[in-house]
């Protein structure tokens, strides 16, 4: 991990058993709406309330010390985006899970305990993530995580619950305990050691895809990912980031590239990136019809930075190479969740054949 300078509030260190860590830039108004959920049903004598601080310019800070005194805070003094922050927050504190609680969810009563006893019933259980609901359409699932994270064996991430752009209603049809591909990077919680054991989250990807990839690495070394229904958390989503930012397609093209290079078995890796270059070039020339010429120039720029960024990757890959070669994992869809969705209208979770 780099050393760059930072800032820590005095007592950073705890000794709890479950660290709730809440990453904040320029976040004041979400701070404002969503810490009283969190304060209110985390009182628990083994839980702490952390907010780390990406170098914020607002006044999150005035803010929090005035407001939750209580509640610790770690100041870095730039943003490090989502993957790297986390790391240096996550590397300050000790304790058995971390939850990964993103500034922009509303927690609900008994959200921590039904997680934290499914992981200390099962220690293969590496990480774990609730459902995700809408914070402004109550009923629905949210796009960052649904009812838990899967991918297609070409890269493409969907939830059980979203796939693409269709986010179906939770009628409970997702109600039951499975091992899943990701957990959301919105809520997630982590067993701390298993977390430090695969060095943490790549600070390379600054943000998106970051948390997909924490995942394939714990699965890669035979953990669990888990889909926990009893909790229920409520996600604004799109906070630092709007859907239709041209930044924000940039990092999810690039990152999905190097997420592949990063984790797939030798045996895939050409084949898959291949395909993937074509799938992207109809993806340009779809956003040049629609004269979208900010997202076409998105991802012919993640693509520069892709292959700016190989030589950096190929190191970790090689470290890698022993866990990505044993792979061969249930949760990766065989098909393509894109000709799926297109052309055979598949848009629903439980109208696909894993």
């Known amino acids: ?17 479950v660290a709730v860590v809440i990453l904040n830039w320029n976040g004041k108004k979400f701070l404002e709406d969503f810490l009283p959920s969190v304060t209110k049903f985390s009182a628990n004598a083994d839980t702490e309330i952390v907010v780390a601080d990406n170098g914020s310019t607002d006044d999150s800070i005035h803010f929090l010390k005035k407001n939750y005194q209580n509640i610790k805070i770690l100041s870095f003094d730039k943003n490090y ?11 300050q ?29 099962d220690k293969t259980i590496s990480a774990c993530m609730p459902k995700i609901r809408s914070f402004y ?17 070409l890269g493409y991430p969907f939830c059980r619950g979203r796939i693409l752009n269709v986010v179906e209603k939770d009628s409970q049809q997702y109600d039951s305990q499975i091992e899943i591909f990701w957990a959301t ?20 990807f600054f943000a998106h895809m970051e948390e997909i ?22 996600h604004v989503g799109g906070g630092t980031l709007p859907q239709n930012s041209p930044r924000k397609i ?5 990152n999905n590239l190097l997420l592949l290079y990063k984790n797939l078995p030798s045996s895939k890796l050409l084949k898959i990136l291949i395909a993937r270059f074509f799938l992207d070039f109809l993806a340009i020339l779809m956003f040049l019809v629609k004269r979208e010429f900010s997202f076409a120039k998105a991802v012919l720029k993640a693509y520069l930075d892709f292959f700016a960024m190989r030589k950096l990757f190929k190191e970790k890959r090689e470290k890698l ?4 070669n044993q792979q061969q994992h249930k949760e990766i869809y065989r098909k393509s969740i894109v000709f799926d969705f297109f052309l055979r209208h598949k848009k629903f979770f439980n109208e696909l054949s894993f």
């Open 1 to 17: 991990m780099r050393l760059e300078k930072f800032f820590i509030s005095k007592n950073f260190i705890l000794e709890k058993k």
């Open 81 to 91: 985006g989502f993957a790297e922050g986390y790391n240096k927050a996550l590397s």
């Open 93 to 121: 504190l000790s304790a058995e899970y971390f939850v990964l609680l993103n500034s922009d969810v509303e927690v609900t009563e008994n959200w921590i305990q039904p997680i934290i006893a499914l992981m200390d019933k």
């Open 137 to 153: 359409e109550r009923e629905k699932f949210e796009y960052a995580g649904a009812a838990g994270g899967f991918i297609d064996f």
């Open 185 to 204: 990077g919105a809520c997630m919680f982590v067993r701390a050691e298993y977390f430090n054991q695969v060095e943490g989250l790549d600070g390379d």
């Open 213 to 234: 990839d924490l995942c394939w690495r714990l699965k890669n070394r035979g953990y669990k990912v888990v889909y926990c229904p009893e909790v229920c958390v409520y």
């Open 250 to 254: 940039l990092l999810n093209f690039r």
């Open 321 to 324: 190479l022993p866990f990505n």
